[in-house]
C-alpha cells in the first residue's frame, strides 16, 4: 500500500489532464489570464553547461528576465562575470522540461536558444541567438517560430553540425490552433523545426515535421556524425497512447515509433526523453513511462539508424519514484543519468556502460540535495563524462563519472 500511494503521488505530481492545463496554470498564478507575468525576481534552477574543444566550461542560465552566459576555465569552481544574452528583459521559461541550451564551437562561435514566455498560459516564443567574439556580446534574440499568434511554441531543442548548419526544433500549437477555430478537435501539439544554413544569421522557413505530439513534454535531439540531427520525442498514439518516436531530419525520413509501452493518459506526463548517438552511429534512448504493467525507466539502442530497435531495458528504482533520466554518448562509453527521491532527499543516481549498451553497472549515486533541483543534465569532454546539476542549496555542481566510482 505504501509503494502504490507513493506511485499516484508521483504520477498526481508530474502530469496533469490536457484538457485543464490552462485552468490549471491560471489558479497557481493567481488568475491573471492574460496580464504579462513579471520575470522571476530569483534565479531558475534549469540551466546548461557544455565543454567546448579546448577544455572551457560553459554556462547558461535565466535570471530576473536575462539569459546569462558565463565560462569557467576551472571545472566550474569559478566562473567568469555573466553576459546578457538579450538585452531587453523577457519571461524566460527556465525550469521542468524547459531549459536555456548552449552549445560551443571552435573559433568563438555561442549558439544559445531558449523559450520566451508571452502573456497567456503556456504560450511562448522559440529564441535564438549568437555570439561571434567568444561570448563577449551576442546579436539580438530572434524568434525562430514564424508562427506569431500569442499560443505555444515551447519546448527548444538545438542542434549545430560541422558544417555550421543551426538546427531548432520544439512544440507547437498553431495546428492546434486553427482546428479549433474551425471547431475541430486535434489532439496534442505538432513538432516543428527550423534550419540555418548561415550559423544563426537568419532561418530558412518553419517545417512541421509530425502532427499530434505531446504537448509539453521536452524534444531530444543529437547530431549524428553526417551532420543530420535525431529528434526523440513523446507522441499520441490512437486516442491517448503516450509513447516515443523518432525522426531523422534530413528532409525524406518518415516519424518511426521507438516504445510500446502503451500508456494510456489525457494528460501531459512533462516527462520527455533522451536521445544520444554515439561515434559509431548506433542511437542510444531513454525515456520514461507509467503504463499499469510496464511503468518506470527504459533504455533501447539502435545499431542500424532507427530501422530496428533492442527490447526495451527497464532501469532505475521504481519505488524511489525514478524519473527524468538523461542519456550520453562520451567516446566508446554510454552514460545514463536519472532522479530518485530516497524518502528525505532528490538523488541523482547513474549507470555507465563500456560495451555499446549490452551490459550495464550497478546504479549508483552521484550526489542529492534535501532542496528543489534541476533535472539531471550529462555533459562530455571528450570521452569524460560529468553530471551537471543545479540546486537551490549547492548551486551549480559539476561531477565527473567514472566507471567504477564518482569524483567531484
Not at 4 to 33: I, K
Not at 100 to 121: A, E, F, H
Not at 325 to 340: F, H, Q, R, T
Request: some cysteine.
Amino acid at each position: 500500500m505504501q509503494f502504490l500511494t507513493l506511485v499516484l503521488t508521483f504520477v498526481f505530481a508530474c502530469t496533469a489532464p490536457a484538457s485543464a492545463h490552462e485552468g490549471m496554470h491560471d489558479a497557481m498564478h493567481g488568475g491573471q489570464g492574460n496580464v504579462m507575468r513579471a520575470a522571476p525576481a530569483k534565479p531558475q534552477l534549469a540551466a546548461s553547461m557544455v565543454f567546448d574543444g579546448n577544455g572551457r566550461l560553459w554556462r547558461v542560465s535565466a535570471r530576473d528576465g536575462y539569459v546569462l552566459v558565463s565560462f569557467s576555465d576551472d571545472r566550474g569552481n569559478h566562473f567568469s562575470p555573466p553576459v546578457k544574452v538579450n538585452q531587453a528583459p523577457e519571461d524566460i521559461a527556465a525550469d521542468g522540461d524547459n531549459r536555456p541550451k548552449i552549445i560551443v564551437k571552435n573559433g568563438g562561435m555561442v549558439y544559445v536558444s531558449y523559450t520566451q514566455s508571452l502573456d497567456k498560459p503556456y504560450s511562448g516564443n522559440i529564441r535564438f541567438s549568437r555570439s561571434l567574439d567568444g561570448g563577449k556580446s551576442f546579436s539580438e534574440p530572434l524568434s525562430v517560430n514564424d508562427n506569431r499568434e500569442i499560443i505555444s511554441h515551447r519546448f527548444d531543442a538545438l542542434g549545430v553540425n560541422e558544417r555550421g548548419q543551426v538546427f531548432i526544433a520544439w512544440l507547437d500549437k498553431r495546428d492546434s490552433s486553427a482546428a479549433e477555430k474551425k471547431g475541430k478537435k486535434y489532439t496534442g501539439a505538432a513538432v516543428y523545426y527550423a534550419m540555418s544554413d548561415n550559423g544563426g544569421e537568419r532561418f530558412g522557413p518553419n517545417i512541421k515535421a509530425v502532427d499530434n505530439s505531446c504537448e509539453c513534454c521536452r524534444i531530444a535531439m543529437a547530431v549524428g556524425a553526417d551532420g543530420v540531427p535525431v529528434i526523440f520525442w513523446r507522441h499520441v498514439y490512437g486516442k491517448n497512447v503516450r509513447d516515443h518516436a523518432m525522426l531523422k531530419l534530413d528532409g525524406k525520413s518518415q516519424p518511426v515509433r521507438v516504445s510500446y509501452d502503451n500508456w494510456e493518459v489525457d494528460a501531459c506526463p512533462h516527462h520527455g526523453p533522451s536521445i544520444a548517438i554515439s561515434p559509431d552511429g548506433m542511437y542510444h534512448f531513454v525515456w520514461f513511462d507509467n503504463a499499469p504493467d510496464k511503468n518506470g525507466l527504459f533504455y533501447a539502442r539502435s545499431v542500424d539508424g532507427g530501422k530496428t530497435f533492442s527490447p526495451s531495458r527497464p532501469f532505475g528504482n521504481n519505488a524511489g519514484q525514478a524519473s527524468h533520466p538523461y542519456v550520453l554518448s562520451a567516446g566508446a562509453k554510454i552514460v545514463v543519468a536519472w532522479k530518485e527521491f530516497d524518502g528525505e532527499n532528490a538523488v541523482v543516481m547513474a549507470m555507465t556502460s563500456d560495451t555499446a549498451g549490452q551490459q550495464w553497472s550497478a546504479p549508483r549515486r552521484l550526489a542529492a540535495t534535501t532542496g528543489a533541483s534541476d533535472h539531471p543534465l550529462l555533459i562530455a569532454e571528450g570521452d569524460v563524462a560529468y553530471l551537471a546539476w543545479n540546486t537551490a542549496k549547492e548551486g551549480s555542481q559539476l561531477i565527473k563519472i567514472n566507471s567504477g566510482a564518482t569524483e567531484k
